[in-house]
């Protein structure tokens, strides 16, 4: 298994920058792709970013040019850099795993406030 802890979310002003990051460990020789999802009140989980193990990266059309994901494989460590948050980039974040062999492990989450 893996287990993955996040840290970073709060409270910011529109317009404002925050970095999310997320520790893996466990079984981690087995992950492929590292990733950010969000859920926001009232809405579905959806796919922030995500980033395979050799660095090509995936942006929601949503967060394009304003939020930056990197990957750590050495530390086993995925960031998100969120720049220009808007009020609707409100949600609690989920660092997410897939490993190889196609299962899911995810982050116990973290809350991501922007007011207007």
């Known amino acids: 298994q893996v287990q993955l802890v996040e840290s970073g979310g709060g409270l910011v002003q529109a317009g404002g920058s925050l970095t999310l990051s997320c520790r893996a460990s466990?079984?981690?020789?087995?992950?492929?792709?590292m990733g950010w999802y969000r859920r926001a009140p009232g809405k579905q989980r959806e796919l922030v970013a995500d980033?395979?193990?050799?660095?090509?990266?995936n942006y929601a059309d949503s967060v394009k040019g304003r939020f930056a994901i990197s990957r750590d494989n050495g530390k086993n460590t995925v960031s998100l850099q969120m720049n220009s948050l808007k009020p609707e980039d409100t949600a609690v974040y989920y660092c997410?795993?897939?490993?190889?062999?196609?299962?899911?492990?995810w982050g116990q989450g973290t809350q991501v406030t922007v007011s207007s």
């Open positions: 466990g079984v981690i020789y087995s992950i492929n792709t």
């Open positions: 980033i395979t193990k050799d660095g090509s990266a």
């Open positions: 997410n795993t897939h490993t190889w062999d196609a299962f899911d492990y």
